[in-house]
């Protein structure tokens, strides 16, 4: 059990355009949900927090009018790149919490985003 | 949160006992310890988590000493396919709480 799925594996758009990632939980429903940037050889930055119903919580230096997070149901959050440029080219994670005092995060297999 | 210290890489030979340790000195009460591994261009995968003493599964044990300020996770047998990064974590078990991932241990297994 704990299977979470993004969607789209990997996306190529042009600069300027907008992307939507989507991060399902597929067998539990997932209380809280994150999302994280990693970029080429480095280590997993988390970008935001999003409960189910409720605006997501920000990490300091994260526009959050640039990457809009939705968490609309307790299975599926989506991240959107907004006005994206290549500078936003990189692995985006996502990962859900089932809550309820179990902390363990379990991860989607990432989204490559390219900005041509 | 607390901070991690890993080493950067170690390397291994197939059918060897790997153990990786990982630092946590101002690891609080209520933490817990995950350790995640990490293939490229892949989510990292849950492989073990515990609050003291010594944790075992399928694939791993973690062994914690006493007073908690460091961890060990420990590989048997490792093969090829082990080689991955390995992140060590520790954040309380709240449901809402983030991780901050460290820059982890890259592993690599040789024949």
């Known amino acids: 059990g704990a299977v979470v799925s993004q969607h789209p594996s990997w996306v190529i758009c042009k600069s300027g355009t907008s992307v939507k990632i989507e991060c399902r939980s597929l067998?539990?429903?997932?209380?809280?949900m994150f999302w994280y940037r990693q970029f080429p050889k480095q280590s997993l930055m988390l970008m935001a927090t999003?409960?189910?119903?409720?605006?997501?919580?920000?990490e300091q230096g994260v526009e959050k009018d640039k990457f809009l997070i939705n968490h609309a149901s307790l299975t599926l959050s989506t991240l959107t790149v907004t006005s994206a440029h290549p500078e936003d080219s990189s692995f985006y994670i996502c990962?859900?919490?089932?809550?309820?005092?179990?902390?363990?995060?379990?991860f989607g297999p990432g989204t490559r985003l390219t900005v041509l | 949160l607390a901070k991690t210290t890993q080493p950067i890489s170690m390397d291994s030979y197939e059918g060897q006992e790997v153990n990786i340790t990982c630092s946590h000195n101002?690891?609080?009460?209520?933490?817990?310890i995950t350790w995640y591994q990490q293939f490229p261009s892949q989510g990292p995968r849950f492989i073990i988590q515990?609050?003291?003493t010594k944790v075992t599964n399928e694939v791993a044990s973690l062994f914690i000493p006493a007073d908690r300020k460091s961890s060990t996770l420990s590989l048997p047998r490792v093969s090829l396919s082990d080689t991955a990064v390995y992140y060590c974590?520790?954040?309380?078990?709240?449901?809402?709480?983030?991780?901050?991932f460290g820059k982890g241990t890259m592993l690599l297994v040789s024949p």
């Open positions: 515990g609050y003291k």
């Open positions: 974590l520790v954040g309380a078990p709240s449901g809402y709480s983030t991780l901050t």
């Open positions: 999003s409960n189910e119903g409720s605006k997501a919580t920000y």
């Open positions: 990962s859900a919490s089932k809550g309820l005092g179990e902390d363990t995060q379990y």
């Open positions: 101002n690891i609080a009460t209520n933490d817990y």
């Open positions: 067998d539990f429903q997932a209380t809280t």
